[in-house]
Structure formats: C-alpha cells, structure tokens
C-alpha cells in the first residue's frame, strides 16, 4: 500500500481538492446497483419476475405502474433516506479545511447530504430530488418528494404496482414525467450549469493561484468516461501543480503521460477512504 500512503501524503500537502466521484463511491456507502441480495430484500415482485440487480432496470421500459413501483422505492432508498452515510462524512473528514469541488456522475445527493456544500458541487447527470416532463412541454423540474411518496403510498410490494391513479404526471401538460436525471435527450440540466461554471471558475482560480491540487477519483469508470473519469485526467493534465489519485478497484491504470504524477489505487473506496481516515492502520 505505497502508492496509499503517498497518495495520502499529497492529499495532505495540497491546498485544493477535487473530488470526481463515480457510481463505485456509492457503491461501497451501500448504494450498490449490482446487489443482488438487497435488490431481492426491495423489489420482491421484480426479483420474482427474474430481474436480480438495480442496473437491469436503468432504461427498462415497462408499463407505467411496474415502473413507478420501481422508481418511487429506488428512490427512496438511495435518494430519501434520512440516514448520514459515514463513507462520505469520512471522505468530508478526509477534505478537512482544504478549498474544495466536487464533480460526480451520482444523482443521490450524498455528497451534499453529508456535509459537503451543495454550491461547491456538479452534478452533471442530475438529481433524483427533481423531476421533469418527458416531451419535455417546459424547462422547469420540480421537486420529486410529493411524487415519490404518492406512489409509495399507492404502492403494492408483492405486486411492484402503483395504482394507475397514482402515477406521477406534468403539473404543466399532463405528460408522462420521469426523475431528472441524464437518461435520454429529453434530459433538462439548465439548473445544473451554474455548478459548472462555479467549477470552471474554481479551476481557473486554482491555475491563477498556483496552489496545489489532488484531483482524488473514486469509483469512476468506463460506463461513461466522459463525464468524470477523462475530464479530471484533462484537468490534471491542465494544471502543472495538480496530482491524481485513481482509487478504482477493477479499471486502476493511469495514463503513460500522466505516470509521474498520479497514483493508481487498485482497492475499492470503502478501504481506501477508513486508511485514509485512519492513517495508522487502526481499524475502528
Ligand atoms: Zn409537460
């Protein structure tokens, strides 16, 4: 564990950090989309239809009353739950007072939910606290949570059905709706650009400053690529005084170009982040 404790090292000597998160982070906070034993535990009629894991059912089309089924306890669970996640405020912990952003493809607010600043945030793929009209009929999204517990509350669990009149529908058209979050081009994220541009803006001040910078990725792979695992190797590519922290328990490899300054941690993010909270090896 060398690289760890070099990495460590950096994390600790930076002034900055960026943090690019991807579903593996939430993953191992519990969050995990290719469980099949907890996917069994919330989905009974699904799990009985032959479905097995959370994944299988991102982009599934199905009749509207199986779907809300699905989403509306989905979302409660990964999204609603009222519940800290001690990952991410070890990860919090690990930040310390350091200026920081963050960049993450997860749409369950779990950074924000556990102390970290919802304005130093990107959330380029979405939220599931939001949702949207399909057509979509305007650029407005609305808060999710009177929609999710309506359908809870209409939901049958040995079915997976909500009642037909229960599925959720436009306030505006009355249009089929769906959470706001990147699953086709129907996709508004006008409310998200600002988190981009304080994120730009952050960066340029961090090359104008010349401090230094940990660019840490958890969890980000190749599902898509491009939107945080390349953009943080371009930024550590950017910014001479910046290093990157891969922690990535099956896609480690950093690029040749980048070799010399970055460290590839081939571990998954629930031990990295309890090692580097407790440095010493302590486990509790
Ligand atoms: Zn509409």
């Given at each position: 564990?060398?690289?760890?404790?070099?990495?460590?090292?950096?994390?600790?000597?930076?002034?900055r950090?960026?943090?690019t998160?991807?579903?593996?982070l939430?993953?191992?906070?519990?969050?995990?989309?290719?469980?099949?034993?907890?996917?069994?535990e919330?989905?009974?009629?699904?799990?009985?239809?032959g479905?097995?894991?959370r994944?299988?059912?991102?982009?599934?089309?199905?009749?509207?009353?199986?779907?809300?089924?699905?989403?509306?306890?989905?979302?409660?669970?990964?999204?609603?739950?009222?519940?800290?996640?001690?990952?991410?405020?070890?990860?919090?912990?690990?930040?310390?007072?350091?200026?920081?952003?963050?960049?993450?493809?997860?749409?369950d607010?779990?950074?924000?939910?556990?102390?970290?600043?919802?304005?130093?945030?990107?959330?380029?793929?979405?939220?599931?606290?939001?949702?949207?009209?399909?057509?979509?009929?305007?650029?407005?999204?609305?808060?999710?949570?009177?929609?999710?517990?309506?359908?809870?509350?209409?939901?049958?669990?040995?079915?997976?059905?909500?009642?037909?009149?229960?599925?959720?529908?436009c306030?505006?058209?009355?249009?089929?709706?769906?959470?706001n979050?990147?699953?086709?081009?129907?996709?508004?994220?006008?409310?998200?650009?600002?988190?981009?541009?304080?994120?730009?803006?952050?960066l340029?001040?961090?090359r104008?400053?010349?401090?230094?910078?940990?660019?840490?990725?958890?969890?980000?792979?190749?599902?898509?690529?491009?939107?945080?695992?390349?953009?943080?190797?371009?930024?550590?590519?950017?910014?001479?005084n910046?290093?990157?922290?891969?922690?990535n328990?099956?896609?480690?490899?950093?690029?040749?170009?980048?070799?010399?300054?970055?460290?590839?941690?081939?571990?998954?993010?629930?031990?990295?982040?309890?090692?580097?909270?407790?440095?010493?090896g302590?486990?509790?």
């Open positions: 564990m060398n690289d760890l404790r070099d990495a460590a090292e950096w994390i600790t000597a930076a002034d950090v960026l943090i998160a991807g579903a593996g939430s993953a191992a906070a519990g969050f995990d989309y290719t469980d099949h034993e907890r996917f069994a919330l989905f009974p009629a699904l799990h009985r239809a479905l097995r894991a994944y299988e059912m991102i982009g599934r089309d199905l009749p509207a009353e199986y779907l809300w089924g699905f989403w509306a306890v989905h979302t409660k669970d990964i999204r609603f739950n009222p519940g800290p996640s001690p990952l991410y405020e070890q990860l919090r912990g690990i930040v310390g007072d350091r200026d920081y952003f963050v960049m993450t493809s997860n749409v607010q779990l950074f924000s939910r556990n102390g970290f600043d919802a304005d130093r945030m990107y959330t380029p793929q979405g939220d599931y606290g939001l949702y949207q009209c399909l057509t979509p009929c305007t650029r407005e999204v609305w808060p999710s949570e009177p929609i999710i517990r309506q359908s809870l509350d209409n939901y049958d669990p040995a079915t997976g059905k909500v009642s037909p009149e229960a599925i959720p529908s306030p505006n058209c009355g249009g089929r709706v769906f959470l979050v990147y699953a086709g081009a129907w996709y508004i994220n006008d409310h998200f650009r600002p988190g981009l541009d304080r994120l730009n803006d952050w340029a001040e961090t104008e400053s010349g401090e230094t910078l940990a660019v840490v990725e958890i969890g980000a792979g190749f599902n898509t690529p491009g939107v945080i695992r390349w953009p943080g190797e371009q930024v550590t590519r950017a910014l001479p910046a290093r990157l922290i891969r922690v328990r099956d896609h480690p490899d950093v690029p040749d170009d980048l070799a010399d300054r970055a460290w590839a941690i081939a571990a998954d993010a629930r031990t990295v982040i309890e090692q580097l909270t407790h440095p010493s302590a486990s509790s």
